[in-house]
């Protein structure tokens, strides 16, 4: 089956930085990457999301990057702000499978 | 538009009593699935669940778990005989036809085992 693995676990950055995530799959048929922000207590919230048609996405400060080849996919946020404060979740699938799996997670702390 | 909704909120159980636990997909939305998060952890992919029919359930334990999705009503995820392993939060998500992959999830269901 997929497996995804997400680095970093934690990632401190000053406002107004930007912030790199960076997650790994293992099955060449995974065709979907969701991006996920989960805040405290609350439920998993899609952000973005590309499919491997395209290489990069972007909506506003966020923009997602897929390598097919190498297997990786990257979250970018740009002009980081406090509220951006989270933890984001990468996850795969393929187009007939539909179950999401989820990379462990990055917690983000934007420092005012 | 009410997006994916979940009952209830939170749910104390003892051990060896069951567990239900209820979510409304979004309008429009035929397609739920069911993950559990443990704490300080990722999502873990329970089943899938189209009106009346188990899609896949490949990630949901063989004993004490089951989950429906009648043609009326709910899905619901039922544990029996829980055990303090099961304390998580499960989360709901549901998706529509043509776009399973797009998955918007719900508030979650907070379970403590006692």
């Known amino acids: 089956g997929e497996n995804v693995e997400q680095h970093p676990s934690t990632l401190s950055v000053q406002e107004g930085d930007s912030a790199v995530i960076k997650c790994t799959y293992s099955?060449?048929?995974?065709?979907?990457f969701p991006w996920y922000k989960q805040e405290l207590g609350k439920r998993p919230q899609l952000i973005i999301d590309i499919r491997s048609n395209v290489g990069e996405k972007k909506d506003q400060r966020i923009a997602v990057t897929l390598n097919k080849t190498a297997k990786h996919f990257s979250l970018h946020i740009t002009e980081t702000q406090p509220e951006d404060s989270a933890v984001y979740f990468c996850a795969a699938t393929n187009f007939g499978n539909e179950k999401l799996t989820f990379g462990t997670g990055t917690r983000l702390t934007i420092i005012p | 538009n009410a997006g994916v909704m979940q009952n209830p909120r939170h749910l104390v159980r003892r051990r060896g009593q069951e567990a239900r636990l209820r979510c409304s997909p979004m309008k429009g939305h035929s397609h739920v699935y069911w993950y559990r998060q443990l704490p300080e952890e990722g999502l873990k992919f329970m089943v899938y669940?189209?009106?009346?029919?188990?899609?896949?359930e490949s990630g949901m334990p063989k004993e004490r778990f089951s989950a429906e999705f009648p043609k009326e009503g709910p899905s619901i995820l039922r544990i029996q005989q829980v055990v303090r392993g099961d304390s998580a939060a499960y989360f709901c998500?549901?998706?529509?036809?043509?776009?399973?992959?797009?998955?918007?999830f719900g508030p979650g269901t907070r379970l403590l085992v006692l």
């Open positions: 099955d060449s048929a995974s065709n979907y």
């Open positions: 998500a549901s998706s529509q036809p043509g776009y399973q992959e797009t998955q918007y």
């Open positions: 669940l189209q009106k009346e029919n188990i899609i896949d």
